[in-house]
């Protein structure tokens, strides 16, 4: 006891008896300028290292354009979406006052070319897209016997830029690099989202203006597109004439290039299209099971070898292919500033981002969101008319919402790269709304947003929605006999599917194949081939079953009343959504006004001196 006291009294001892050294003295951080000390320290240690001068390399070939003076000079290439969207742009913006020419859809020599003038590991897109354009300058080149100068000079080529979870930010970057390997060293390629690259640095005004007129010669080809390839994709697989829809497609192509390139009217162009593709004979009893493409936008929106040719396999696999249309993306993108908006006005200081809120004011997030309501409600109403015009009846845009909507809980709205959250709505609402038997989700192999999503999420959500046929193909360029064999594993099952649903609605309505080729006899107007049946099931046989059922067991007084019925059920449901909206509106729509009260208010005594002054 008295030794552990001992030792106790010397640990206290030993404690007591150490003096801490008084605290360190803090720097005045406010007063300290880190930036300029930091430049300072940067100086001090370059000039140490001897880095003063040394010589750093620069991006020759970045921002090169072209100057109004030039534009009578040089041609326009575009290229990237489908043969009729790349074809209707040409025409469009010839209107505008441009030379454009469309480049071919990319084939297998333009991946050949890519591969080796590119990088290595880039992805599918990127091979097929810049092998595409080497392929046509060495066309010029080598057999149209044209200077590399003059191709220089004489062309330019035009193609989007982005960035994001994904090498399409990279894209340019590539071109530039392949070019000049290529020996067309100073080539220019301008991207269409670039904001400064646009301008010529000598102040001259640049040959490419981004103008009202541009982006309407643009939407107005872009929507043209989707309304001829919907068509052609809806009649197709049921021509009983074969080579039918595409003679006809063609026909309606070159009327509305004429109108598009002229200034016509390409409302009668459709309407004159119409005729031509309502003159195809079709079948649609037989049950084909209905092919929803999803994916990376543009493996599922080329027509060529960058996806093995994807939808016309499909259809000699005896499927019906429903594609994204471009405006769906159009609408996307909408979507996206609209609910970054949202978000953002809560913050407590506006911000500088892509999307930010810095510089429009008190009531900018409430004017910007208003705007964004119009454009969405004005681009449905303008390709809803030129559809009606075109003949494509009963086709519903996507609901930007409600695929979001759809998609939360799986796949967070905040996420972006390539289409973001709309791969699991969409899929989602497919199997939920019988909107396809079969969904596809093709992509680049290696494409980071797309797969995975495809490999990730999607298994998660075929699990909880049982039944869902779902194939996720991947494409390289190579290997088309493995990708084949993949779809067509899926396709199997997709058409036992479609022959099911089929059978029960002829079962359900108390008919068979005879009876319905009688009733179809009876009411000729649903053999026509811009027929489009009431939606029903997830095939166009099932629609087309329920349609004639309804027609043989009902009169035009009874079907008069339950169009009246549905009518008043849509403008039922249009009311309560209207309702639930109609506080965000109402509150919309005060911000705004009182925002334009203030800039009436500061800035209208101004604006009235300035009248009077001329």
Same mark, same amino acid.
């Given at each position: 006891f008295r030794?552990?006291?001992?030792?106790?009294?010397?640990?206290?001892?030993?404690?007591?008896s150490i003096e801490f050294e008084p605290p360190k003295k803090r720097l005045p951080l406010a007063d300290l300028d880190v930036d300029a000390e930091l430049r300072r320290f940067e100086a001090e240690e370059s000039a140490r290292l001897g880095l003063t001068e040394r010589e750093r390399w620069v991006e020759d070939?970045?921002?090169?354009?072209?100057?109004? #003076?030039?534009?009578?000079?040089?041609?326009?290439?575009?290229?990237?979406?489908?043969?009729?969207?790349?074809?209707?742009?040409? #025409?469009?913006?010839?209107?505008?006052? =441009?030379?454009?020419?469309?480049l071919d859809a990319p084939d297998n020599e333009a991946l050949r070319l890519g591969k080796e003038f590119g990088n290595r590991g880039q992805c599918n897109p990127t091979y097929f897209t810049v092998g595409n354009l080497v392929k046509f300058l060495t066309h010029l080149r080598d057999t149209k016997g044209m200077s590399t100068r003059q191709i220089i000079e004489g062309y330019v080529f035009v193609t989007a830029g982005a960035c994001g979870p994904c090498r399409f930010g990279m894209y340019v970057t590539e071109?530039?690099?392949?070019?000049?390997?290529?020996?067309?060293?100073?080539?220019?390629?301008?991207l269409f989202q670039q904001q400064g690259g646009?301008?010529?640095?000598?102040?001259?005004?640049?040959?490419?203006?981004?103008?009202?007129?541009?982006?309407?010669?643009?939407?107005?080809?872009?929507?043209?597109?989707?309304?001829?390839?919907?068509?052609?994709?809806?009649i197709r697989p049921y021509e009983l004439e074969a080579g039918a829809t595409d003679r006809a497609l063609e026909q309606s192509k070159r009327i509305c290039y004429d109108a598009l390139a002229h200034g016509k009217s390409i409302l009668w162009a459709l309407g004159r299209?119409?005729?031509?593709?309502?003159?195809?004979?079709?079948?649609?009893?037989?049950?084909?099971?209905?092919?929803?493409?999803?994916?990376?936008?543009?493996?599922?929106?080329?027509?060529?070898?960058g996806n093995y040719q994807l939808q016309r396999f499909l259809e000699r696999e005896g499927a019906e292919v429903d594609i994204q249309l471009v405006t769906a993306w159009l609408l996307y993108n909408i979507?996206?500033?609209?609910?970054?908006?949202?978000?953002?006005?809560?913050?407590?200081?506006?911000?500088?981002?892509?999307?930010?809120?810095?510089?429009?004011?008190?009531?900018?997030?409430?004017?910007?969101?208003?705007?964004?309501?119009?454009?969405?409600?004005?681009?449905?109403?303008?390709?809803?008319?030129?559809?009606?015009?075109?003949?494509?009846?009963?086709?519903?845009?996507?609901?930007?919402?409600?695929?979001?909507?759809?998609?939360?809980?799986? =796949?967070?709205?905040?996420?972006?790269?390539g289409e973001g959250h709309m791969e699991v709505g969409k899929l989602i609402l497919n199997v939920m709304k019988q909107k396809a038997t079969m969904t596809l989700s093709v992509k680049p192999f290696g494409c980071m947003p797309s797969s995975s999503v495809s490999d990730g999420v999607q298994s998660?959500?075929?699990?909880?929605?049982?039944?869902?046929?779902?194939?996720?193909?991947?494409?390289?360029?190579?290997?088309?006999?493995?990708?084949?064999?993949?779809?067509?594993? =899926?396709?199997?099952? #997709?058409?036992?599917a479609a022959e099911a649903e089929a059978q029960a609605a002829l079962a359900?309505?108390?008919?068979?194949?005879?009876?319905?080729?009688?009733?179809?006899?009876?009411?000729?107007?649903?053999?026509?081939?811009?027929?489009?049946?009431?939606?029903?099931?997830?095939?166009?046989?099932?629609?087309?079953i329920y349609q004639a059922a309804e027609l043989e067991r009902t009169t035009r007084a009874q079907r008069a009343l339950g169009t009246a019925v549905r009518l008043a059920r849509g403008t039922r449901k249009a009311l309560l959504r209207a309702g639930k909206t109609l506080p965000w509106m109402v509150s919309l729509a005060a911000k705004a006004t009182v925002e334009l009260g203030e800039i009436a208010r500061d800035e209208g005594p101004s604006a009235l001196q300035k009248t009077k002054g001329r």
């Amino acid at each position: 006891f008295r030794h552990s006291r001992r030792v106790i009294e010397e640990e206290t001892a030993m404690t007591q008896s150490i003096e801490f050294e008084p605290p360190k003295k803090r720097l005045p951080l406010a007063d300290l300028d880190v930036d300029a000390e930091l430049r300072r320290f940067e100086a001090e240690e370059s000039a140490r290292l001897g880095l003063t001068e040394r010589e750093r390399w620069v991006e020759d070939m970045a921002n090169l354009s072209f100057t109004r #003076a030039q534009r009578s000079q040089v041609t326009l290439l575009v290229g990237g979406l489908t043969m009729a969207h790349d074809l209707f742009v040409e #025409a469009s913006l010839k209107h505008v006052g =441009y030379s454009v020419l469309a480049l071919d859809a990319p084939d297998n020599e333009a991946l050949r070319l890519g591969k080796e003038f590119g990088n290595r590991g880039q992805c599918n897109p990127t091979y097929f897209t810049v092998g595409n354009l080497v392929k046509f300058l060495t066309h010029l080149r080598d057999t149209k016997g044209m200077s590399t100068r003059q191709i220089i000079e004489g062309y330019v080529f035009v193609t989007a830029g982005a960035c994001g979870p994904c090498r399409f930010g990279m894209y340019v970057t590539e071109y530039r690099k392949a070019l000049r390997d290529a020996g067309f060293e100073g080539f220019r390629v301008m991207l269409f989202q670039q904001q400064g690259g646009l301008s010529q640095a000598t102040g001259e005004e640049s040959g490419l203006e981004l103008n009202p007129e541009f982006f309407l010669a643009l939407v107005k080809a872009l929507l043209a597109g989707d309304v001829l390839n919907a068509l052609g994709y809806r009649i197709r697989p049921y021509e009983l004439e074969a080579g039918a829809t595409d003679r006809a497609l063609e026909q309606s192509k070159r009327i509305c290039y004429d109108a598009l390139a002229h200034g016509k009217s390409i409302l009668w162009a459709l309407g004159r299209a119409r005729r031509l593709l309502g003159a195809v004979a079709v079948d649609r009893t037989r049950p084909k099971p209905r092919v929803a493409i999803i994916g990376e936008f543009w493996a599922m929106t080329t027509e060529g070898d960058g996806n093995y040719q994807l939808q016309r396999f499909l259809e000699r696999e005896g499927a019906e292919v429903d594609i994204q249309l471009v405006t769906a993306w159009l609408l996307y993108n909408i979507w996206e500033v609209s609910w970054d908006t949202e978000n953002r006005a809560e913050l407590r200081a506006e911000d500088g981002g892509r999307f930010g809120l810095d510089g429009l004011g008190e009531y900018g997030a409430a004017r910007r969101k208003l705007m964004l309501w119009a454009a969405d409600r004005a681009l449905r109403v303008v390709f809803h008319t030129y559809a009606w015009c075109g003949g494509l009846y009963d086709y519903h845009l996507p609901d930007m919402k409600e695929v979001a909507d759809a998609a939360m809980p799986h =796949y967070d709205n905040d996420l972006r790269g390539g289409e973001g959250h709309m791969e699991v709505g969409k899929l989602i609402l497919n199997v939920m709304k019988q909107k396809a038997t079969m969904t596809l989700s093709v992509k680049p192999f290696g494409c980071m947003p797309s797969s995975s999503v495809s490999d990730g999420v999607q298994s998660l959500v075929t699990e909880r929605f049982p039944g869902t046929i779902y194939c996720a193909v991947e494409t390289s360029g190579d290997g088309a006999v493995n990708f084949y064999s993949r779809v067509q594993m =899926y396709l199997f099952k #997709a058409r036992q599917a479609a022959e099911a649903e089929a059978q029960a609605a002829l079962a359900a309505n108390g008919l068979d194949a005879e009876r319905l080729g009688a009733a179809l006899d009876r009411h000729p107007r649903l053999r026509r081939a811009l027929s489009r049946a009431p939606h029903s099931g997830a095939c166009t046989t099932t629609d087309l079953i329920y349609q004639a059922a309804e027609l043989e067991r009902t009169t035009r007084a009874q079907r008069a009343l339950g169009t009246a019925v549905r009518l008043a059920r849509g403008t039922r449901k249009a009311l309560l959504r209207a309702g639930k909206t109609l506080p965000w509106m109402v509150s919309l729509a005060a911000k705004a006004t009182v925002e334009l009260g203030e800039i009436a208010r500061d800035e209208g005594p101004s604006a009235l001196q300035k009248t009077k002054g001329r």
